[in-house]
């Protein structure tokens, strides 16, 4: 039979708490917290003996010429020209090789094509029913040039453009009378649509900014692996400046290939 020792409950022994007389030297010790501050102090202790016994048996003769070009920023190791590029491009940098940053600034260079494309009919303005809304400073001009001040004065935008007076004032989709008389113009968008086609502008816009910024900064990266390739490379160079991102600027001798 199991023992009846299990069934009666039994008493809950608590820790004793920081005396009133002592609550200035804060929370009273356990034996759990001291067992986890002597297991930290221990492997400290033995981390440093290790690298005692690494510099006591290391040959004093040893040397490679890395040790010139390297060194250290507060204690921490560092690359001489990573110092100034961005971590998550130095990642890249060790990640990938120029091969797979060309493809993909090949795949950004084609996606930025057909934003363009899409917006290439899209100018800085509004559109004809919003033109009461926007300031005057910001109209853009049609300069049309004529050879004297009588055609200036006969000058007349409706011929010149060869379309209807409703529409002169149109920045974009102004159709020319025959195709008027071929195909129906779109009817006018009303205000809701205005905004829907104005919010979905200004999304692309800020696509094709993040894209621009992107394929400068593949280019950058692309252009930063040439130049570590080459340093790799036997030669004599020079530094000549700093470019706008203050890494420095290099001038290779010109040597006669043999």
């Given amino acids: 039979m199991p023992s009846l020792r299990n069934v009666v409950q039994r008493r809950n022994h608590k820790e004793r708490a920081q005396i009133g007389s002592r609550a200035k030297y804060g929370l009273l010790e356990k034996k759990k917290d001291y067992l986890l501050r002597a297991k930290d102090y221990h492997s400290k202790q033995n981390r ?8 006591l048996f290391r040959n004093p003769d040893e040397f ?3 040790m010139i070009n390297n060194q250290t920023k507060d204690g921490v190791h560092i690359q001489k ?3 100034e590029l961005p971590s998550d491009m130095i990642q890249l940098m060790k990640s990938q090789d120029k091969e797979y ?10 996606k930025m094509e057909k934003l363009q494309a899409s917006l290439h009919f899209i ?30 004065k006969q000058f007349s935008p409706v011929k010149h453009l060869d379309t209807l007076p409703e529409l002169v004032n149109r920045k974009f989709n102004r159709p020319r009378i025959e195709t008027l ?9 009303t205000g809701k649509e205005l905004k829907e086609i104005k919010k979905e502008r200004e999304l692309k816009f800020r696509e094709l900014a993040s894209r621009m910024k992107r394929e ?13 390739r080459a340093m790799r490379q036997k030669g004599r160079k020079k530094i ?19």
Avoid: C
Wanted: no cysteine; charged share 50%; hydrophobic share 25%.
């Fill in 64 to 66: 490679y010429f890395k």
């Fill in 48 to 55: 440093l003996k290790a690298l005692k016994e690494k510099a």
């Fill in 123 to 152: 100018d800085d303005g509004e559109e004809e029913e919003e033109e009461e809304e926007k300031p005057k400073n910001k109209k853009s001009k049609h300069i049309v040039f004529v050879d004297s001040e009588k055609e200036a």
């Fill in 101 to 110: 940053i060309k493809y993909h600034r090949n795949v950004s260079k084609k």
């Fill in 181 to 189: 008389k071929e195909a129906a113009i779109m009817a006018t968008h």
């Fill in 81 to 83: 020209r990573n110092e």
């Fill in 216 to 228: 400068e900064e593949l280019k950058r990266a692309e252009q930063e692996l040439d130049l570590q």
């Fill in 240 to 258: 000549v400046g700093k470019d706008k991102h203050g890494l420095n600027v290099y001038r290779w001798k010109q040597e006669r290939k043999k």
